[in-house]
């Protein structure tokens, strides 16, 4: 049912007169005619009497009218509803963020929302580059920080800064007490192996650089464990081996009993982190925020966003 003939069926019982039903509601009178017509049609019921001062409800008609009323309330409800809807939705930016990224986030949140204090931030952990790509592909998500792998087929990324490779290992080790570590300090250790498919690009990095040094470890895979959740701390307190990992702090008011957390310094461990979002974005906002991380995090021959902006609206 249009609404537009519910609206034209109370103007015209209110002015009992399609002339001056069609003067309140700024439209000509045939158009509103019509409406009518297409109402009685549509509900197989005459509405109006009609008549040369103007029309009478019918009794059919008068039944309705207080029905149309609540209707036409309804609807107008609902399209306010929709509004504000939709005034949030451009207010709003979502944002995925990878394990122990959330400085970096909630530092571009505090810097965008000088400029943008109004925008909202709603965030999802992220877990792995499939399901960030996936969210991103469905319009989930806005924004992604994490590490590699992308497929930028599907989304545009930007490496913004590399991530130290940190091992966790015992605090009872007497590499503990260390500023940092080295691979061939490890060599003697066993490397613990979580799931590959958590971190494909880490993993790949970690085996890379013991095979660069000739070094290899023992390895032991820890189905369900890792250093991201209690089974695998307990394996690394427990002196079972060291996870080599990203996202640890390095320093907390509280921190983890039993194991220590030392960064590597090996040339080349280091891990990028990304920003990635959807190609063809098509929100302003969202590229008002990218020109905040490429502000915090300036990109080499980076196309300015007002210009990508102004591009989208050609």
Same mark, same amino acid.
């Given at each position: 049912?249009?609404?537009?003939?519910?609206?034209?069926?109370?103007?015209?019982a209110d002015a009992l007169s399609v002339t001056k039903a069609?003067?309140?509601?700024?439209?000509?009178?045939?158009?509103?005619?019509?409406?009518?017509?297409?109402?009685?049609?549509?509900?197989?019921?005459?509405?109006?009497?009609?008549?040369?001062?103007?029309?009478?409800?019918?009794?059919?008609?008068?039944?309705?009218?207080?029905?149309?009323?609540?209707?036409?309330?309804?609807?107008?409800?609902?399209?306010? $509803?929709?509004?504000?809807?939709?005034?949030?939705?451009?207010?709003?930016?979502?944002?995925?963020?990878?394990?122990?990224?959330?400085? @970096?986030?909630?530092?571009?949140?505090?810097?965008? $929302?000088?400029?943008?204090?109004?925008?909202?931030?709603?965030?999802? =952990?992220?877990?792995?580059?499939?399901?960030?790509?996936?969210?991103?592909?469905?319009?989930?998500?806005?924004?992604?920080?994490?590490? &590699?792998?992308?497929?930028?087929?599907?989304?545009?990324?930007?490496?913004?800064?590399?991530?130290?490779?940190?091992?966790?290992?015992?605090?009872?080790?007497?590499?503990?007490? =260390?500023?940092?570590?080295?691979?061939?300090?490890? #060599?003697?250790?066993?490397?613990?192996?979580?799931?590959?498919?958590?971190?494909? #690009?880490?993993?790949?990095?970690?085996?890379?650089?013991?095979?660069?040094?000739?070094?290899?470890?023992?390895?032991?895979?820890?189905?369900?464990?890792?250093?991201?959740?209690?089974?695998?701390?307990?394996?690394?307190?427990?002196?079972?081996?060291?996870?080599?990992?990203?996202?640890?702090?390095?320093?907390? &008011?509280?921190?983890?009993?039993?194991?220590?957390?030392?960064?590597?310094?090996?040339?080349?461990?280091?891990?990028?982190?990304?920003? #990635?979002?959807?190609?063809?974005? $098509?929100?302003?906002?969202?590229?008002?925020?990218?020109?905040? @991380?490429?502000?915090?995090?300036?990109?080499?021959?980076?196309?300015?966003?007002?210009?990508? @902006?102004?591009?989208?609206? #050609?």
């Open positions: 049912m249009d609404f537009r003939h519910i609206k034209a069926f109370i103007a015209v069609a003067e309140r509601l700024h439209i000509s009178q045939p158009p509103l005619s019509r409406h009518i017509h297409q109402l009685e049609e549509e509900l197989g019921l005459t509405l109006f009497v009609r008549h040369r001062h103007g029309v009478t409800l019918t009794e059919e008609g008068r039944r309705l009218l207080e029905k149309a009323r609540a209707l036409d309330a309804a609807g107008t409800e609902f399209s306010q $509803a929709a509004d504000q809807l939709a005034r949030r939705e451009e207010s709003r930016i979502r944002i995925g963020i990878g394990w122990g990224l959330w400085d @970096v986030v909630n530092r571009l949140r505090v810097e965008f $929302a000088k400029q943008h204090p109004d925008v909202t931030f709603e965030v999802r =952990d992220v877990y792995c580059s499939d399901d960030c790509q996936e969210h991103l592909k469905n319009s989930t998500l806005d924004v992604v920080f994490t590490r &590699p792998p992308f497929d930028e087929s599907l989304v545009d990324v930007a490496p913004i800064y590399h991530e130290r490779i940190q091992a966790v290992m015992s605090d009872a080790s007497h590499l503990a007490g =260390d500023k940092e570590v080295r691979i061939r300090d490890l #060599a003697d250790v066993p490397l613990l192996l979580w799931d590959r498919n958590m971190g494909p #690009a880490l993993y790949d990095k970690v085996l890379d650089l013991y095979a660069r040094l000739g070094v290899a470890p023992t390895m032991t895979p820890t189905p369900g464990a890792g250093p991201y959740n209690h089974a695998g701390l307990m394996l690394v307190a427990s002196g079972k081996g060291v996870y080599l990992c990203l996202g640890v702090p390095l320093t907390s &008011p509280q921190p983890a009993s039993g194991v220590a957390v030392l960064p590597v310094g090996d040339p080349g461990a280091t891990i990028e982190v990304c920003v #990635a979002n959807r190609k063809g974005e $098509a929100s302003a906002l969202v590229h008002q925020f990218l020109e905040c @991380v490429w502000h915090s995090y300036p990109q080499p021959r980076r196309v300015p966003v007002s210009r990508e @902006v102004a591009a989208l609206g #050609a």
